[in-house]
């Protein structure tokens, strides 16, 4: 209890020492006056704005590609129980390892490198 006390004064110290910085706002005209610059700005900025919007939908599907294939688990693990007698037992295994190992090493690596696809670098894994 003492130590909580302790982090909330000094949470208090600081705030109250480096206050957060004031907004501060621009006039009409000089916002006016900028307008055209900040346009040419962003057609300058476009194709990268959009090469890293659509890198980054590529790698959020293969996230939820990944999420999804986790499911081959449970799935394998009834095959390989309740569908033993029916020579389910191989498809449940394979089932297993792909759910169980293959697809959370690839969610995790496709996690890693969403940063890259979102710089539009293409990558395959």
């Known amino acids: ?13 600081v705030m109250v020492a480096f206050p957060p910085p004031k907004a501060k ?27 890293a919007a659509v890198g980054t939908g590529e790698g959020l ?22 569908g033993a007698p029916f020579k ?3 498809k449940g295994m394979v089932h297993v390892v792909r759910g169980g190992v293959v697809a959370p090493t ?7 490198i969403l940063p890259v696809y979102m710089v539009g670098a293409r990558v395959n894994i």
Not at 29 to 49: D, G, Q, R, S
Not at 106 to 112: A, C, G, V
Request: hydrophobic share 60%; with cysteine; proline share 6%.
């Open 1 to 13: 209890m003492k130590r909580l006390i302790l982090i909330v004064l000094s949470l208090a110290i």
């Open 25 to 51: 706002a621009i006039d009409p005209i000089t916002m006016a006056i900028l307008a055209p610059v900040a346009m040419k700005a962003a057609e300058a900025a476009k194709p990268y704005l959009i090469r």
């Open 61 to 82: 599907l293969k996230i939820g590609k990944d999420a999804f294939q986790i499911l081959y688990l449970p799935l394998g693990l009834c095959e390989m129980t309740i």
């Open 88 to 90: 389910k037992f191989r």
């Open 106 to 112: 690839r969610l995790f690596l496709h996690i890693l």
